[in-house]
């Protein structure tokens, strides 16, 4: 939703909502973050709420439903205060949500179009391990065959030019093979829900942690032409042959434009 703030008080106009791990109570109704999202036209919206045994992550745009790979955990606390809507943790090397790509084309914003992300997320991999290690929370890129091109969110540990320490980055693949990046530093791996807001203007791609902008823009700065990527959209995991660490997520949004952060 437009304006989702932070972790300890993200705000849009039906009121702010708290982080549950943050021990604060939320100032509006739990069906008000709800509401707000949807007042905001996603193309999908995956609340993640589902319980075990469940084999259809299901989207409340009532299109776009993903199917659940592996065993991951349901029934994580979840995000928002006030809301009884639990998390899931995506966890082992097949755990995913994956939206086939016969469906997931609305997914592709090849060329310039705008388009939006925005999550919670928490972590339960335990700080930096290598260059190689990621923790992948939303995409649509292919890994193993990358010049099909697509779009990613994810955690880079350890990853230049921040040696040490670890980022949220949006990676674009883009025509001829290019690439531009926008990130920002993570706070240590403290195990509470976080908010990510990722943001393409048709021009650059810019990232928001807890509303706070992207602090580098790593790449040629030029404006992005995005390629289209014919594989499936994916949550949690999309086996790219990086060593996968493991992530709470859950109010996953998509939306055709992009979203005003403050």
Same mark, same amino acid.
């Given at each position: 939703?437009?304006g989702?703030?932070?972790?300890?008080?993200?705000s849009?106009? $039906?009121?702010?909502?708290?982080?549950t791990?943050?021990?604060?109570?939320s100032?509006?109704?739990?069906?008000?973050?709800?509401?707000?999202?949807?007042?905001?036209?996603?193309?999908?919206? %995956?609340?993640? $709420?589902?319980?075990?045994?469940?084999?259809?992550?299901?989207?409340?745009t009532?299109?776009?439903?993903?199917?659940? $790979?592996?065993? =991951?955990?349901?029934?994580?606390?979840?995000?928002?205060?006030?809301d +009884?809507?639990?998390?899931?943790?995506?966890?082992?090397?097949?755990?995913a949500?994956?939206?086939?790509?016969? *469906?997931?084309?609305?997914?592709?914003?090849?060329?310039?179009?705008?388009?939006?992300?925005?999550? %919670?997320?928490?972590?339960?991999?335990?700080? /930096?391990?290598? +260059?190689?290690?990621q923790?992948?929370?939303?995409?649509?890129?292919?890994a193993v065959?990358?010049t099909?091109?697509? %779009?990613?969110?994810y955690?880079?540990d /350890?990853?230049?030019?921040?040696?040490?320490?670890?980022r949220?980055?949006v990676?674009?693949m883009?025509?001829?093979? $290019?690439?531009v990046?926008?990130? &920002?530093r993570?706070?240590?791996?403290?195990r509470?829900f976080h908010?990510v807001?990722?943001?393409?203007?048709?021009?650059?791609?810019?990232?928001?942690? *807890?509303?706070?902008a992207?602090?580098?823009?790593?790449?040629? =700065?030029?404006?992005?032409?995005?390629?289209?990527?014919t594989? =499936?959209?994916?949550?949690g995991?999309?086996?790219?042959? &990086?060593?996968?660490?493991?992530? &709470?997520?859950?109010?996953?949004?998509?939306?055709?434009?992009?979203?005003?952060?403050?």
């Amino acid at each position: 939703a437009s304006g989702m703030g932070g972790a300890s008080g993200a705000s849009g106009s $039906g009121g702010s909502f708290d982080a549950t791990n943050e021990g604060a109570e939320s100032d509006a109704p739990a069906t008000s973050y709800v509401e707000e999202v949807m007042k905001d036209n996603p193309i999908a919206y %995956w609340r993640l $709420g589902e319980s075990t045994g469940v084999t259809t992550a299901q989207s409340a745009t009532g299109v776009h439903h993903a199917t659940f $790979g592996g065993t =991951p955990a349901f029934a994580r606390p979840g995000a928002i205060a006030g809301d +009884s809507d639990t998390a899931i943790a995506f966890e082992g090397p097949d755990d995913a949500a994956r939206v086939a790509d016969v *469906d997931a084309s609305a997914f592709e914003f090849s060329n310039d179009a705008q388009f939006s992300v925005e999550l %919670w997320v928490s972590f339960t991999g335990n700080g /930096c391990g290598t +260059s190689a290690n990621q923790f992948h929370l939303v995409e649509k890129f292919d890994a193993v065959t990358a010049t099909k091109g697509g %779009w990613k969110i994810y955690v880079s540990d /350890c990853a230049n030019p921040d040696a040490g320490e670890n980022r949220f980055v949006v990676f674009m693949m883009v025509e001829l093979g $290019g690439a531009v990046s926008s990130y &920002v530093r993570t706070p240590s791996m403290d195990r509470e829900f976080h908010h990510v807001l990722a943001v393409y203007d048709g021009q650059t791609p810019k990232i928001y942690l *807890d509303g706070k902008a992207d602090t580098k823009l790593a790449g040629d =700065p030029k404006k992005v032409t995005l390629s289209a990527s014919t594989v =499936p959209l994916s949550i949690g995991n999309n086996k790219g042959g &990086v060593t996968f660490r493991g992530s &709470v997520l859950v109010e996953i949004a998509i939306y055709r434009y992009a979203l005003d952060h403050t």
